[in-house]
């Protein structure tokens, strides 16, 4: 029998944001100075006719989901054109239920297909990556939950039990083959936190051309009320966590970059350092040997390095390699690897020990990979995509809920600060970084909190 509580998608509205960087951000090989923003909003109908809209929000992160040698600009328009194919197909998925059914049933029938569709169907030199497809897929998948929340009057992390669901994990999870664990009879409520906290911590990225120190200026650098040099960054902001961008393929420039900022923050006081190799490394001894010099020339450095991040390729099924080394001297998190639970199920076969969690995955598949990590005693993050503006809610509160190795990644308002004014109007402290953490309080209400209606922000026309 149908659930009274179960929800339709029935019209999807597309549109574009663009904002440019104030700072350059280099991904792995590239440099950022301009992303799209891509919004939605979405109208759910419920078994009784009534009906609610929702809101979803994600950067489309060309370098990120897409590493390549094509064009920008040429990938840019290939997410942007698959998310208006989304726009047509998401209303027309004939599936009733919560949204991680719906949202699970769509990743698993549709999206692949679709996704083959755009490939042949737009001309590009290289397919687009699935990475891609679910970063677009995002936005309507968070506005599903969004809207469902907002009919229901609720807050949609109240959903995420037997009350509202029609089906418990075991129908989306398989455990690991070596483990007693198993999900029946279980929901996504048993594996998040009961009192999700109100402040969390902040993680500052220092991105790969961010100066750190006075020399490494340009005179290129934005004069307007935000700080440029890190050391300003961690007086205004009294940060505590620095996530530090390495190449992955110059060890000495790595191993250099990575003194010099773990010495600033030992002089300012910061207590702890993640490494993020941007999936250039092929070779665990490249990590590992870095991390042994570092612990016999630099031990208090080497002690303030909470986890390592995804060094090694995106591709984790073509790139089998075995990272027990590396996990053996820090926690070792998957990121882009970690697209859903099997991903994650075949990186702890290989040594990974923790994940990296993005509402830009997917909240239904950021919510189901927290759930089997946990049950398998794998360690939590959420890391950011430069989420500003509507994408900051759900980022953080995914990390208030699923409870992290420590806080959270927020760096929107480092690179583009000033978009996010409308929202930070309402969330001052979802926008700015006080005392190292930002301040969840001001997220009430249906749905994700956003508080829309109170936020004066102007949308360009809907993208047909």
Not at 1 to 28: C, I, Q, W
Not at 155 to 172: A, C, G, K, Q, V
Not at 302 to 315: A, C, K, N, R, S
Not at 330 to 357: C, M
Request: aromatic share 10%.
């Amino acid at each position: 029998m149908p659930n009274s509580k179960d929800v339709k998608v029935v019209d999807a509205e597309l549109y574009f944001l663009p904002v440019h960087t104030r700072m350059p951000l280099k991904f792995g090989a590239e440099t950022v100075k301009y992303v799209t923003c891509a919004r939605c909003k979405i109208t759910v109908e419920g078994q009784a006719g009534k009906s609610a809209v929702g809101w979803g929000e994600t950067p489309l992160s060309v370098t990120w989901v897409w590493p390549s040698s094509l064009a920008y600009e040429e990938r840019h328009e290939s997410l942007k054109a698959f998310c208006r194919t989304l726009t047509r197909e998401w209303p027309k998925f004939d599936v009733s239920g919560h949204p991680i059914e719906i949202g699970r049933d769509f990743i698993v029938d549709e999206l692949a297909r679709l996704q083959s569709a755009h490939n042949e169907s737009h001309a590009a030199s290289e397919p687009m990556p699935w990475l891609a497809s679910l970063v677009c897929f995002s936005l309507f998948d968070i506005a599903t939950h969004d809207a469902y929340g907002n009919l229901h009057d609720c807050d949609i992390y109240s959903t995420y039990n037997r009350d509202w669901m029609n089906r418990s994990l075991e129908h989306f999870l398989e455990p690991a083959l070596n483990s007693n664990h198993d999900f029946r009879d279980q929901y996504p409520c048993d594996f998040l936190t009961s009192s999700p906290p109100h402040h969390l911590p902040a993680w500052h990225l220092v991105g790969g051309t961010d100066p750190i120190s006075p020399e490494e200026l340009t005179g290129n650098e934005p004069e307007d009320e935000y700080p440029v040099l890190l050391e300003d960054w961690i007086r205004t902001d009294k940060l505590n966590c620095l996530k530090v961008k390495l190449r992955g393929n110059d060890a000495t420039w790595d191993y250099d970059r990575l003194v010099k900022t773990g010495q600033l923050a030992i002089n300012n006081d910061v207590d702890w350092l993640t490494t993020d190799f941007n999936c250039m490394v092929t070779n665990p001894d490249y990590v590992n040997e870095m991390l042994d010099r570092l612990c016999l020339e630099h031990p208090r450095i080497y002690g303030m390095i909470l986890y390592v991040e995804q060094p090694f390729p995106h591709d984790l099924d073509a790139n089998r390699i075995d990272v027990h080394s590396v996990s053996a001297r820090k926690p070792l998190f998957l990121d882009e690897s970690a697209h859903d639970w099997q991903h994650i199920r075949l990186g702890r076969q290989l040594g990974w020990t923790g994940v990296a969690l993005k509402t830009c995955k997917t909240q239904t598949g950021a919510i189901l990979s927290a759930c089997w990590a946990k049950a398998h005693g794998m360690t939590l993050m959420v890391q950011d995509l430069t989420n500003p503006m509507l994408a900051q809610i759900p980022h953080v509160r995914l990390a208030a809920h699923v409870g992290t190795i420590m806080g959270v990644e927020t760096n929107a308002m480092q690179f583009y600060p000033a978009v996010s004014k409308p929202e930070s109007a309402i969330h001052p402290g979802l926008y700015q970084r006080r005392n190292g953490q930002i301040d969840l309080s001001t997220i009430s209400g249906s749905g994700f909190g956003y508080r829309v209606g109170e936020i004066s922000r102007e949308l360009p026309d809907a993208e047909s």
